[in-house]
């Protein structure tokens, strides 16, 4: 037994304790999938079903027929989907944290700005606790990391990251677990990302109060981020239709705008980035408004790629051996124009 206690130890490290926290996290408030953003969401959808139901606006003869069915939630995607959220929290372990690990001494936090404006413009007096200072401070975080995401996001579009990013994009149908079908590698850089731009916003937070500000949350979760998830988040990644309209949309991201974000047609190609404030979009150029009225959409990244990214290796390997193409063309290329 003693011999085998090692096994069990990197068991329950690497597999157990990743797979059976990914699987708690269903019933906390930190991610959109808790279970009571799901049920949130379903709320929503029924509303929006009993609505147009009654105006005879939509051909389901039942919620579930409404919302896809067996044929969006049965489909082999969304199984992949399934499986793949646990799996990802595996490769989280493997993968993410100990790369991040690695970067992390490098970048510097909070306290190190706070240091670095403190020995240049000297001390500031600690701004006495005020509720206010902890929501704007909470509201700016919020903020910056949905600005940071939307940049994040639009770069992985681009040529040398968009095979990664493509893992997300490749899934035709969408239900709410479709959210985490995210590559390890856009993960990652998320997470670096978002660390280091937070750490710089707090550290200047922190200078101007004269010390840590703690922010403000509800139920152990930034308000917004409770706001937002309770109203249907999860139907970004759904087949219901919900737009907020062109005017809203210019600042909500709706559910109808991200699903156009999916789409394989050509006009909504590089549209609608944001996750939760479609500004970004409007401000740079990327914005894509919708109406009451459904567009026919098509989800996945074309007819070649409809069957092949359906199993666990085409999410995890082919981004990696498919960069390596794109890649190996152009360092031929830039050989033979230094020729």
């Not at 919620?63 to 399934?82: E, P």
């Not at 590698?185 to 916003?201: D, H, K, Q, W, Y």
Request: proline share 4%; charged share 15%; glycine share 6%.
């Amino acid at each position: 037994m003693d011999v085998l206690a090692p096994l069990y130890a990197h068991l329950d490290r690497w597999v157990i304790a990743p797979v059976s926290g990914q699987f708690i996290g269903l019933f906390d408030l930190n991610g959109r999938l808790g279970v009571v953003f799901l049920i949130a969401s379903c709320a929503v959808a029924y509303g929006l079903f009993r609505y147009r139901k009654s105006r005879a606006l939509t051909d389901s003869e039942s919620f579930w027929q409404f919302i896809g069915g067996a044929r969006v939630f049965a489909h082999r995607s969304a199984w992949l989907d399934y499986r793949y959220y646990f799996i990802k929290a595996i490769l989280k372990v493997v993968w993410v944290l100990p790369i991040a690990g690695l970067v992390d001494p490098y970048i510097l936090r909070s306290a190190d700005y706070q240091r670095f404006f403190t020995q240049l413009w000297g001390a500031r007096e600690q701004v006495p606790d005020h509720p206010l200072i902890a929501l704007c401070y909470g509201v700016g975080v919020f903020l910056l990391k949905d600005f940071l995401h939307y940049w994040i996001h639009r770069a992985f579009h681009s040529r040398f990251l968009w095979e990664f990013h493509k893992v997300h994009h490749s899934a035709p149908v969408l239900v709410p677990a479709t959210a985490s079908r995210i590559h390890v590698v856009e993960t990652l850089v998320e997470r670096l990302v978002m660390i280091a731009g937070i750490a710089a916003f707090a550290g200047v937070v922190w200078y101007l109060c004269g010390g840590e500000v703690s922010r403000y949350t509800l139920l152990g979760v930034t308000g917004l981020v409770l706001l937002l998830n309770s109203l249907g988040a999860n139907l970004r990644h759904s087949h219901v239709w919900l737009s907020f309209g062109p005017t809203l949309e210019h600042v909500l991201n709706s559910p109808a705008q991200h699903q156009i974000h999916h789409s394989d047609a050509m006009r909504h190609r590089n549209k609608n980035f944001a996750t939760n404030f479609s500004v970004w979009d409007w401000m740079f150029g990327t914005l894509y408004v919708t109406t009451s009225t459904p567009e026919p959409l098509r989800f996945g990244t074309g007819e070649a790629d409809r069957e092949r990214y359906l199993t666990l290796y085409s999410l995890i390997v082919t981004p990696f051996v498919e960069t390596a193409r794109r890649v190996s063309p152009a360092r031929r290329s830039r050989a033979i124009d230094m020729r």
